[in-house]
């Protein structure tokens, strides 16, 4: 969890620097997976058993990134230049949440099916995180039985990977 310090300097946006101190790192605040306080979350690149530190600086913090949120009204698309992935806003029959990922060349394709012997009664999703460390979007569908499958998608700046998390309950 952050100082209160700290907390003020990412709250006003001040800009996060590594061992190099020229090249601000992109950071979210989060709640704390643990405590609940708040966090900072950013990326990156260690080698094994490696220390850095991270320190804010008086210099704003850089919004550049690449990711991209775009909520339009049949689909959520997280993205970044790497990767992306489009959510189906309605489920059709036998029709999955994922509409579509984006390849590095540009092109969207792909599709998801579901096909369960369950009814669904309900389907929603939400962006719960617009960058500029992550974007990340949810899906869930709850069952006739109350039964829920919760899809947590992620997408980090500059990564070309999307993080899928699954929740049952």
Not at 7 to 24: C, F, I, Q, Y
Not at 112 to 136: D, N
Request: net charge positive; proline share 6%.
């Amino acid at each position: 969890s952050l100082s209160p310090e700290q907390l003020e300097s990412a709250k006003t946006r001040l800009a996060l620097v590594g061992p190099d101190n020229n090249k601000p790192v992109p950071y979210q605040i989060v709640a704390g997976s643990k405590s609940g306080h708040p966090a900072i979350e950013f990326l990156a690149d260690l080698n094994p058993y490696e220390t850095r530190i991270y320190r804010f600086t008086r210099a704003a913090a850089s919004a550049a990134g690449d990711l991209r949120v775009e909520d339009t009204r049949n689909v959520i698309r997280l993205s970044n230049r790497r990767v992306g992935i489009a959510l189906r806003k309605t489920l059709a029959p036998e029709q999955g949440p994922v509409e579509s990922i984006r390849l590095r060349s540009g092109k969207w394709m792909g599709n998801s099916l579901l096909k369960t012997r369950q009814h669904i009664s309900s389907y929603f999703t939400e962006i719960v995180a617009k960058g500029p460390a992550f974007a990340e979007a949810i899906c869930r569908i709850t069952f006739d039985a109350g039964r829920q499958w919760e899809i947590r998608f992620r997408i980090y700046a500059n990564e070309p990977v999307v993080f899928v998390d699954e929740t049952f309950w």
